[in-house]
């Protein structure tokens, strides 16, 4: 590269000129929504590559009015030799929405299959509807419900969208 300084610029030129404008246009979307977990299909003596599902109803913040429905499918790495065991699975998850579906992707450590996963951050892969063009990720987080017993969640999705 001695001698021809005018072709590193125009690499670095070409580099930065192909990065820019993939963060123009793009605007920041907050979608929150709390899950009721009504199923869970695992089984008590789950082993390491059983899958399972769970999911439920998806409300509003308020957790009254209901604005879709959110399934898991999920694949158990690990089980811990603790009573109850800990199970690690790796889930990917579908929240079908009055506008269109979120697909996210996610880590979840359960501590005991009946008191639901841990908080944990969660990667929105993908979606369809008023959601195609998005990416970004959500904070999980438990939630209770005054008039429900089930597991719940609170889903804060911070999406960027094109």
Partial sequence: MRGRPWVVLALVGGLVGAVVPAAVGERQVTVEVMAKRTLMSAVANIAVGAGFVSGGELTAPGGRAKVGDGFSHCGVLSVSASVPPAI????????KLQDGELHLSSLRTYKSLDAGFDDTTIAVVGG??????VRGEGKVTRATFADRADVGYRFTFTLLER
Avoid: L
């Fill in 88 to 95: 690690t699975a790796h889930c990917t998850s579908t929240f």
């Fill in 128 to 133: 369809t509807g008023k959601y195609a063009n």
